[in-house]
């Protein structure tokens, strides 16, 4: 299983961004898909997740009201909308699978992507 990650950049604070990962080799509809971060010098973070069918999602406080995880079961591709970005949401960027339903902790993750990195500017 492969996953392709894009979408990064530099925008400015309240910008906004649209990440993209793309799962290849594996049965996409069978996992549940998540976004985490790490910046420099900091743990992976989680920042949200999505169960198999889209109708389920997660989010850690800081990303509640601005971040929105979604998938297409048909593109096999899942998304992470990031709006009103702020300095300290640079990171860079990975999805993550997982057979079931998503979880909170990078160590229960089967598959990663390469990362990719979204630089907010102040």
């Known amino acids: 299983v492969q996953l392709q990650a894009s979408g990064g950049g530099l925008v400015h604070t309240g910008g906004f961004l649209r990440l993209s990962c793309v799962v290849s080799?594996?049965?996409?509809?069978?996992?549940?898909m998540s976004w985490f971060r790490q910046a420099p010098g900091k743990e992976h973070e989680f920042i949200a997740g999505?169960?198999?069918?889209?109708?389920?999602?997660v989010y850690t406080d800081s990303a509640k009201g601005r971040f929105a995880i979604s998938r297409d079961n048909a593109k096999n591709t899942v998304y992470l909308q990031m709006n009103l970005l702020k300095p300290e949401d640079t990171a860079v960027y990975h999805c993550?699978?997982?057979?079931?339903?998503?979880?909170?902790?990078?160590?229960?993750?089967?598959?990663w992507g390469q990362g990719t990195l979204v630089t907010v500017s102040s």
């Open positions: 080799g594996g049965i996409f509809s069978r996992y549940g």
């Open positions: 993550a699978a997982r057979p079931g339903p998503p979880r909170e902790y990078s160590r229960y993750y089967s598959y």
């Open positions: 999505i169960n198999w069918s889209g109708g389920s999602t």
